[in-house]
């Protein structure tokens, strides 16, 4: 794959300046303490990917529709988008202390999920469907202390996020509203 994130942005898309002001309540123990416990889950994520999407469309079935692979989740685009999901989680945790790639990079893939109209809704059964596969990999030692902290980092992800859908979405609208007139 040519980049990290295909997408049906052009590159004009891509490179907007970045609207998004990145702020992070996570200190260095916390950071440790995130990519630590990343550590034990990284090495078989396709399988905890699956997991955490098992999870997700348990909460919320009807989400299996804004996949091309529907309720087959045999077919190999969902262990594809299984993968990409976790990498997408590899990313953030290498980068937490790096907005200058991470925030771009986040907003690339809002920008990409900007078509599904997402909320914040779709982005919560996520983050439950994360905190609980993690909860389950690691077991006593995923602490309320380390909830809290991979809590936080998911809302950076999902902040980062949602602020590129929506913008991105606006932009459109406004666009299309001035080639109107």
């Known amino acids: 794959m040519g980049s990290l994130f295909s997408s049906g942005t052009n590159s004009t898309d891509q490179q907007q300046p970045s609207k998004f002001k990145f702020k992070s309540d996570l200190n260095d123990q916390q950071i440790k303490a995130i990519r630590s416990s ?4 990284l090495p078989n ?7 955490l999407f098992y999870k997700v469309f348990e909460m919320a079935p009807h989400l299996k529709d804004l996949f091309p692979f529907g309720s087959d989740l045999t077919q190999p685009q969902f262990t594809e988008h299984a993968l990409r999901v ?7 945790v290498k980068n937490l202390d790096n907005p200058d790639v991470l925030v771009p990079a ?10 599904f109209q997402l909320t ?10 994360l905190l609980s596969v993690l909860e389950e990999g690691l077991g006593e030692a995923f602490t309320p202390a380390l909830k809290a902290a991979w809590t936080d980092l998911y809302a950076i992800i999902t902040d980062i996020m949602v602020t590129a859908i ?6 459109k609208k406004d666009n299309k509203t001035n080639k109107e007139y």
């Open 38 to 41: 990343w550590g034990k889950v």
């Open 45 to 51: 994520k396709e399988e905890h990917g699956k997991l």
């Open 86 to 92: 976790m990498n997408t989680i590899d990313l953030a």
């Open 106 to 115: 986040l907003e690339e893939l809002g920008r990409v999920h900007a078509m």
């Open 120 to 129: 914040n809704r779709e982005f919560e059964y996520v983050g439950q469907a």
């Open 166 to 171: 929506t913008d991105y979405n606006a932009d």
